[in-house]
């Protein structure tokens, strides 16, 4: 049923006329409630590629200073957010800015010693997951097949709080999110068209911009159906306003993975995972649920149509729809909540990283929702 159909059946059914925009708002977060679970059909799959370090030329450092020079380097826009490691300091880090070849910024000022000519090496631990992500599944390496082994966020700092080498990653750690943001150019749409213009855009090298980001135009915010070109975006929304060669603001808040050890050359990472339902937008907009589930959805509508009206009504639409979702969970053959990942690799982690009696938690190697 396309989204028209739904809520003007609820309209009908509780015998509303002005409540619409509650109306497909509750539709949209039945749709969220009945696709909470591990559904086969949602499941997709992402590839990562990841980049080796740089170490070209040397670094001049100075003890509490944020400001590094290179000789014969080539820094570039790219490498501003990735850890850098001088000589052989233990510490790591993080690049603030880049104002040329051979001039960047740290985030921290730097707490070793000053070195006019040091060693260093650049590299990237961490990468954003796709923006439709709602659980991350199992990461293998294309290369040799070998699947990496999930740690927990905690556990992974408070064992290996300071990354020592690079190597063939092994596992990987969802550490959380990072918010950065893509505004390089303008952009152009016209009122009720979904298609956007860029010019002196690159969209297609921004890592995370995808499906489900959001991109602010004036006062209006958009979400990104698809990333089409370089210079060319689908959103899932009508513009509401035309808008030539303006400012935008691409927020990109996904959730970051980062490998251990961190990578020492380009490998080849595949994922899985279970991606968030289409967003219901338009009139023809059709739910992301099998076709013969579409009706449970009128259900969720119904619930919030009825709660200004008749709380017990809404109390009873509640009650079905609740039994409609665990009656559609049991039928499509939700997936299991079992362990993704080898749990036998963290006694590999203890062993290898000698960690001194630290130990994982008991109940390591069980997968969580992250939305």
Not at 216 to 227: A, F
Not at 241 to 259: C, E, K, M, R, W
Not at 324 to 335: K, L
Not at 337 to 348: E, M
Request: glycine share 8%.
């Amino acid at each position: 049923m396309q989204f028209s159909t739904l809520y003007a059946r609820v309209e009908s059914l509780a015998n509303v006329t002005n409540q619409r925009a509650l109306i497909k708002d509750a539709i949209q977060m039945g749709l969220y409630r009945a696709t909470a679970v591990d559904l086969p059909y949602l499941m997709t799959d992402g590839f990562i590629t990841t980049i080796a370090p740089y170490t070209t030329g040397t670094a001049n450092v100075t003890n509490g200073s944020t400001a590094v020079s290179g000789t014969t380097t080539v820094w570039t826009a790219l490498m501003v957010g990735r850890k850098i490691r001088f000589g052989s300091d233990t510490a790591w880090y993080r690049i603030a800015s880049r104002s040329g070849d051979t001039a960047i910024v740290l985030e921290s000022a730097y707490q070793g010693t000053t070195n006019t000519a040091a060693t260093y090496e650049i590299y990237k631990d961490e990468y954003k997951l796709p923006a439709d992500m709602d659980v991350y599944k199992v990461m293998r390496q294309i290369q040799n097949g070998v699947a990496l082994t999930d740690i927990e966020n905690t556990a992974f700092d408070m064992a290996l709080p300071i990354p020592t080498a690079s190597g063939d990653p092994g596992y990987s750690i969802l550490a959380g999110t990072k918010l950065d943001t893509y505004a390089t150019g303008t952009v152009s749409i016209t009122v009720n068209l979904s298609a956007l213009t860029g010019s002196g855009t690159s969209w297609t090298t921004v890592e995370g911009l995808g499906k489900g980001s959001k991109i602010t135009i004036g006062v209006y915010v958009y979400t990104v159906k698809s990333v089409d070109s370089d210079t060319a975006i689908t959103i899932y929304e009508t513009a509401v306003a035309t808008v030539s060669a303006g400012t935008y603001s691409i927020s990109l808040d996904n959730y970051i993975v980062q490998f251990e050890p961190y990578p020492d050359a380009a490998r080849n990472i595949y994922f899985k995972y279970q991606r968030l339902p289409f967003l219901l937008v338009g009139d023809v907009d059709v739910p992301d649920l099998p076709d013969q589930w579409h009706h449970i959805l009128i259900s969720a509508g119904l619930i919030w149509a009825w709660e200004t009206k008749d709380k017990e009504e809404s109390k009873i639409y509640e009650a079905i729809f609740g039994k409609q979702v665990q009656e559609m969970w049991r039928r499509v053959g939700h997936i299991s909540v079992t362990r993704c990942y080898p749990k036998a690799s963290q006694d590999d982690l203890i062993r290898v990283r000698a960690l001194q009696g630290l130990r994982l938690p008991a109940n390591y190697g069980y997968p969580m929702r992250y939305r």
